[in-house]
């Protein structure tokens, strides 16, 4: 063997050593990665579930606001058509006072 070809060798080899080396490490990082994108998995996978739960909490909350306004309406109407039937819409209820100094004021005219 020639003193060149041994000094390729050994060049080579150390260059196979440095790759291996560099596997090595590419290999326990990867390693890192794929038990990293497991938690990663199950955060996503609980994300969803709780977005899942929400989006149902937000439309039970719609469906009882929806209830609570036409029962709160209903409510209305039905003071409004009492407050109608007493009188007391639009300021149309006078007190005894009131009738009996409209009364006076008009005698004294």
Do not use: H
């Not at 326990?28 to 938690?39: H, I, N, P, T, V």
């Not at 929400?54 to 909350?61: K, Q, W």
């Not at 100094?101 to 008009?106: L, Q, S």
């Amino acid at each position: 063997m020639s003193p060149l070809t041994l000094v390729i060798e050994v060049v080579l080899a150390i260059m196979l050593a440095a790759c291996l080396y560099y596997f090595w490490r590419l290999d326990k990082r990867l390693a890192e990665l794929r038990s990293g994108q497991d938690g990663a998995l199950r955060a996503a996978a609980d994300l969803a579930q709780a977005t899942a739960q929400a989006e149902s909490a937000v439309r039970t909350l719609r469906a009882t606001a929806s209830d609570a306004g036409r029962d709160l309406q209903a409510r209305i109407n039905d003071a409004r058509a009492t407050a109608d039937r007493l009188g007391l819409g639009a300021g149309r209820l006078r007190s005894g006072a009131d009738v009996g100094a409209g009364a006076g004021a008009r005698g004294r005219i």
